[in-house]
C-alpha cells in the first residue's frame, strides 16, 4: 500500500499538467448546442465592421498568425499589459497589429456575452474571424475547428525571436516555421498572406534610402515608395504602403506575380523569389492560384490547430483583453 502513496501522490500533482500538455480535440461543431448562433454572429459583426474599415482583414489574419506562434493560438495576443505584466503586443513587433483588427474580437465578444454568456473563447473568435474575413475578401474557405481555450500567460519577453523579421534570410525564417511544424513550401504558401494589407515605411525604408538602395525592388516601385514615405522620420503620420501594390484589398495569388517583377515590398517577400530554394515555389503560386489556395489553406488549419489549450489547459475569458484572475 505505502508504494502506491507516491504514485497516488504524483498524480494528483501533475494531473492539471498532464490535461494541459494533452491538446483538446477540436471539433467543428464544437458550439452547435452551446451557442448555435456562434457562426452567424461572427458573420454579422465582420462584414459592416469590414466594410467600415477595409483593412480589417488584413490586420486580422496577421493578429491570428501572431497569436498562433507564440504560445499556440490561444488569444494571448490580445491581452493589454498591466502593472503586473508587460503583454505580448506590447513588443515593439505589435507596432504593426492594428486596432481594428482587436477592436473587431471585442466587438464579436460582446455580442457573444449577450447570446451565450462565458461559452466561446476569445481564440476561437479569432480563428473564425479570420477565416471569414480572408473568404470575403476573395480567399479560399477552410474549415475552422472550434474548442480552443484561452492562454493563461502573455509576456513581452517571449515575441523576439519566435516571430520573423522582415530583414532575415529564408534559412533564419525557416527556423521559426520549422519550430512549429512548417515546410518551406508552408512557408510561402503562408506568406502569400502578404497578398492584403500594408506595411509601414521603416520595415523597409533601407531598400529605398540610404546608402546600398536594394538592386532587387522594382524602380517604378522603389520611386513610389521614396515619394510615400519620404517623411516617415519626421512626421508622426503614420506612413504604410500595400504589400501588394496591384490588388491590394483582394485575396488572389498577385503577391507571387509581384515577386517576379521585384514588387515585393519588404525584402523578406522579395528574398523568396531571390533565393533558389524558395523561386520554384513562388513561380508555382504565381502560374497557379488554385495550387496557391489550396495549400494556403491547408496550412491556415494547421495554423490554427498550433499549441491548443483544453479543459485545465486555459480558461473562456470573460474579455478578450484581460485574464479572468486580474491579478496577473
Ligand atoms: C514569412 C515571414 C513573415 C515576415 C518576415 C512578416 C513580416 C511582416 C511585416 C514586417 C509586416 C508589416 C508590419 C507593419 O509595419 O505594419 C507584415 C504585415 C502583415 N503580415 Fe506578415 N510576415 C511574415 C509572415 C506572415 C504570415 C505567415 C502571415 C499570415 C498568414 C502574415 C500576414 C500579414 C498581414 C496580413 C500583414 C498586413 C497587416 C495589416 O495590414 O495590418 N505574415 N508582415
Ligand atoms: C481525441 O480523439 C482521439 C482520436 O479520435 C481519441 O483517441 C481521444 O480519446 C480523444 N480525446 C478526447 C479528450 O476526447
Ligand atoms: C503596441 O505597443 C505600443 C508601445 O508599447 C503601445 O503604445 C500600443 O498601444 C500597442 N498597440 C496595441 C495595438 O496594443
Ligand atoms: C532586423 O530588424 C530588427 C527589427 O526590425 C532589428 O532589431 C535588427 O537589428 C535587424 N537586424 C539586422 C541584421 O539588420
Ligand atoms: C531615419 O532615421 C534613421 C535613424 O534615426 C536614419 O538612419 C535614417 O537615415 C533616416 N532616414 C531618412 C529617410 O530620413
Ligand atoms: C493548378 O493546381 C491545381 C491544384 O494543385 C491542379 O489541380 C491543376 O492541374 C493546376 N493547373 C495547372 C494549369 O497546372
Avoid: W
Avoid at 492539471?16 to 448555435?36: G, Q, R
Amino acid at each position: 500500500m505505502a508504494s502506491f502513496l507516491p504514485v497516488l501522490f504524483l498524480v494528483l500533482v501533475f494531473a492539471p499538467f498532464i490535461n494541459s500538455a494533452n491538446p483538446p480535440n477540436l471539433t467543428k461543431d464544437y458550439y452547435t448546442k452551446t451557442c448555435p448562433d456562434f457562426s452567424k454572429i461572427v458573420r454579422e459583426t465582420i462584414t459592416p465592421k469590414q466594410g467600415q474599415q477595409p483593412t480589417t482583414a488584413a490586420g486580422t489574419l496577421r493578429l491570428f498568425f501572431h497569436d498562433c506562434f507564440l504560445e499556440g493560438c490561444d488569444a494571448s495576443v490580445l491581452i493589454a499589459t498591466n502593472s503586473f505584466n508587460k503583454a505580448e503586443r506590447d513588443d515593439d513587433i505589435n507596432q504593426s497589429l492594428p486596432g481594428d483588427a482587436f477592436d473587431l474580437v471585442i466587438r464579436i465578444k460582446t455580442a457573444l456575452e449577450l447570446t451565450c454568456p462565458g461559452v466561446v473563447s476569445c481564440a476561437d473568435i479569432l480563428a473564425q474571424a479570420t477565416r471569414d474575413l480572408v473568404t470575403m475578401v476573395g480567399g479560399p474557405s477552410y474549415e475552422v475547428k472550434l474548442g480552443r481555450k484561452d492562454g493563461l500567460e502573455s509576456k513581452a519577453h517571449k515575441v523576439r525571436g519566435n516571430l520573423p523579421l522582415a530583414n532575415q534570410s529564408v534559412l533564419d525564417m525557416m527556423s521559426i516555421f520549422k519550430k512549429n511544424g512548417f515546410t518551406l513550401k508552408e512557408l510561402v504558401a503562408l506568406s502569400g498572406g502578404h497578398t492584403i494589407g500594408f506595411s509601414h515605411c521603416k520595415e523597409f525604408s533601407n531598400r529605398i534610402f540610404g546608402p546600398k538602395p536594394d538592386p532587387d525592388l522594382n524602380t517604378r516601385l522603389a520611386d513610389k515608395l521614396k515619394g510615400l514615405c519620404k517623411d516617415f522620420n519626421t512626421s508622426n503620420k503614420v506612413m504604410a504602403a500595400f504589400l501588394d501594390p496591384v490588388t491590394p484589398g483582394k485575396f488572389d495569388n498577385m503577391y507571387f506575380k509581384n515577386l517576379k517583377r521585384g514588387m515585393g515590398l519588404l525584402a523578406s517577400d522579395q528574398i523568396l523569389f531571390k533565393d533558389t530554394s524558395t523561386r520554384p515555389i513562388v513561380e508555382l503560386y504565381a502560374n497557379n492560384q488554385t495550387a496557391f489556395f489550396e495549400d494556403f489553406a491547408r496550412a491556415m488549419e494547421k495554423l490554427g490547430a498550433l499549441g491548443v489549450k483544453g479543459e485545465g489547459g486555459g480558461e473562456v475569458r470573460r474579455r478578450c483583453d484581460h485574464f479572468n484572475n486580474l491579478n496577473v
